[in-house]
Every structure is written in C-alpha cells, then in structure tokens.
C-alpha cells in the first residue's frame, strides 16, 4: 500500500502495479481497492494500473464536510503521482465521479471508459426520493450503519428480503464499513437520477475521448436493466468524443476476461 495527500489533506491509499501507460480504476458504490485487485492484476500487462480507496473507504481518510470536487482532488492527486495524466476508468457511482473529474481536469485525464453510470432519465425507474442525500447522512451520523447500508441497497433495486439475508452474512460488517461513503455515492448521483436526461448536458464540453459501455445482462431483469441501458445511451449521445459498446453477457459487475480486452483495445490504439 502506497499512499498520497488530497488538497483538503485527506490520506488516500493505493495500490499500485503493472508497467506501461498510467490506468486508475474509479470504483462504484462500496468498492474499494481489495475489490479491485483481480482486474488490476489482469489489466497489469498492459498498464501501470492504480487502484485506491476512495475516501471514507479502507485505508483512506476522510475530511468533512464533503462535496464532489474534494474526491475530484483525490483523483487529481493520484494522476499527479502517476506523473501528471493518465487512463481513468470509471464503474458506476465511480463513472459520474470520473466524468466530473474528466470535466474539471480536461488537461489530466487523457482517455476515459465508462462502464454503467446509474443515470436516471425517464420514467423505467424512480426517481431519486427527495432528502435522499440527507438522510442517508443522519443515519449513518446517529449510528444507524446497517440501516444507511439497506436504504441505499434497496433504493438501487436489491430486493427487502436479499437485504435481511445479507445482514446475516459474514461481509455485512465490511458494508457498514463504507456506510459514510455510500451518503457520497449519492451525492455524485444527486442531480442525475431524478428522471431527466437534461443533467447530464453538464458534460457536453467533456472532449476526452471516451468508451462508453454496458453489459446485456445488468441487474438480471429487463426492466431494471432498461434504465440502466437508457442513461448509458444517454451519456454517449451527450459526450462529443464517445464510442458506445455492450458487453454481451455481462451484467453490473463484468467479467474480466470481457472487460480487459475492451479497455486494452480501447486505451492502446
């Protein structure tokens, strides 16, 4: 484990391996760089591949109060430790992070992937609930962690019964863990999950170009997956500079023999 300074002074961790141009992994809701640990290594051939903790995860610091642009300095501080500019590939909560750090570092993020951003634009899944952000933030502040942890489980479509189940199960502790960093997830997501497309013109003057991407299979259902798939199109129709691709067979959590290749053909050519 490596480590740098935020501006704000926050301590992130990283991992850091491989050889060749810089890559670094944006990791979604609850992940943190152990998660990512099996893709760094398939990706390692090819790149010099950085996996972190976001902040209020794992070995990383977190510094109060929040707001997007402190975890677009995190991100920041990576590229600058990595030598000024690099790939950033982004999944989920972690590609809109990686597309406002893409729109505040347009000089630092050389080639941008996104794999699944969890827009919400039209009417195929609810809306965000008003005082989302700030009630995840009170429970999780009262001490109520597993109940922050089910709250945003549930809102993202796990079912109520899935959830009891997974507060029995052994890695529970490791999501109350992160529960602070879920309130940030949300935050990211806020403005872009309210059923309008309009939001995300935002990132009309992002010109990095950009792979863009989903799975066939994402969230196991026709309808969840219809969101999923609708916001994916959106962003790629909004970014001037964007390829669209979908992964056949693969859902919210791809695969690395598919994703590899993917971001290998795309960073590398």
Request: proline content about 7%; charged content about 20%; overall charge negative.
């Amino acid at each position: 484990m490596s480590t740098v300074i935020s501006k704000d002074g926050t301590r992130i961790a990283f991992d850091q391996s491989g050889q060749g141009p810089a890559l670094i992994l944006v990791s979604g809701a609850f992940g943190t760089r152990a998660d990512e640990a099996h893709l760094a290594a398939a990706l390692a051939p090819y790149f010099t591949v950085f996996a972190y903790d976001r902040r209020a995860r794992g070995d990383s610091g977190d510094t109060r109060p929040y707001a997007v642009e402190r975890e677009v300095e995190d991100l920041e501080a990576l590229i600058d430790e990595a030598g000024g500019s690099a790939f950033v590939f982004g999944h989920s909560s972690g590609a809109a992070l990686s597309l406002e750090a893409a729109l505040l570092l347009p000089d630092k993020i050389t080639k941008l992937a996104l794999y699944e951003p969890p827009f919400i634009i039209d009417a195929t899944r609810p809306p965000m609930p008003e005082g989302y952000v700030a009630h995840l933030d009170e429970l999780v502040a009262s001490g109520h962690r597993g109940d922050a942890v089910e709250r945003f489980m549930t809102f993202m479509g796990t079912p109520v019964e899935v959830v009891a189940q997974m507060r029995q199960s052994p890695t529970w502790p490791h999501l109350e863990s992160v529960a602070q960093s879920l309130v940030y997830d949300a935050a990211i997501m806020e403005d872009t999950e309210h059923g309008d497309p309009e939001p995300l013109k935002k990132w009309a003057s992002v010109a990095t170009p950009a792979l863009v991407m989903d799975g066939t299979m994402t969230m196991g259902s026709e309808g969840a997956h219809t969101f999923m798939r609708n916001g994916t199109d959106a962003i790629a129709a909004v970014l001037p500079n964007a390829q669209r691709l979908t992964l056949e067979g693969q859902d919210h959590g791809p695969s690395d023999e598919t994703l590899v290749p993917a971001l290998q053909a795309f960073f590398l050519t």
